[in-house]
């Protein structure tokens, strides 16, 4: 297994919209195996294939206290959502910010598993928030682009900050 990269906000390749699985195959499989050790090692409770630069249609969840409970979702849909939660979010891609995100309280999720057999998931509290942050990235979107954009900006500026002092080093 391997340890992937993950971009960074503001890279545009985090903007790029993920194709769907069209065969569920080894090669799939291989990726979810890495994407878990690199979301399990960063650490965090979700991945989108986005997030290690891999465009296509395909998240992993773990929002178990023990990290046990590894969740693949390949080819999501939501199918139906109702009401409201604010939550504090973070994002691998964003490092170290958190802010409120208003998102449905309770969805129901359609997709694959890693076998390519269809499933449906009913989530609500951090796991509706999760799937709903991670479907986000398959569409290009990162949770910043929900915050005001004198916020966005803000946290844009800083994370250029932080990269060009890698960079430098
Ligand atoms: O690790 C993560 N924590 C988190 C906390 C609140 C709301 C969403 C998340 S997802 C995030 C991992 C990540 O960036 N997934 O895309
Ligand atoms: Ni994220």
């Known amino acids: ?15 790029t919209i993920a194709k769907p699985v069209a065969d569920v195959n080894d090669d799939i499989r291989q990726l979810i195996d890495d994407m878990a050790e690199t979301m399990y090692d960063a650490p965090g409770i979700g991945l989108a ?10 998240i992993l969840v773990d929002t178990s206290k023990d990290k046990s409970q590894l969740q693949v979702f390949i080819n999501p849909k939501i199918t139906a959502k109702s009401g409201e939660q604010d939550f ?3 994002c691998l891609s964003v490092p170290n910010i958190y802010e409120s995100v208003t998102r449905a309280e309770n969805i129901t999720v359609e997709a694959l598993d890693r076998n390519g057999k269809k ?18 990235h398959l569409l290009g979107k990162v949770f910043v682009e929900y915050l005001s954009p004198l ?14 002092g890698y960079d430098e080093r």
């Not at 297994?1 to 903007?15: N, S």
């Not at 294939?49 to 395909?58: D, F, S």
């Open 49 to 58: 294939a986005t997030q290690v630069n891999k465009h296509t249609q395909l």
């Open 119 to 136: 499933f449906s998931l009913n989530a609500d509290g951090l796991l509706a928030v999760c799937i709903q942050h991670e479907m986000d």
């Open 1 to 15: 297994m391997t340890i992937l990269a993950i971009l960074h906000y503001p890279d545009a390749r985090l903007h």
């Open 88 to 90: 504090d979010e973070g």
């Open 151 to 164: 916020k966005r900006n803000r946290i844009r500026a800083k994370m250029l900050k932080l990269a060009r």
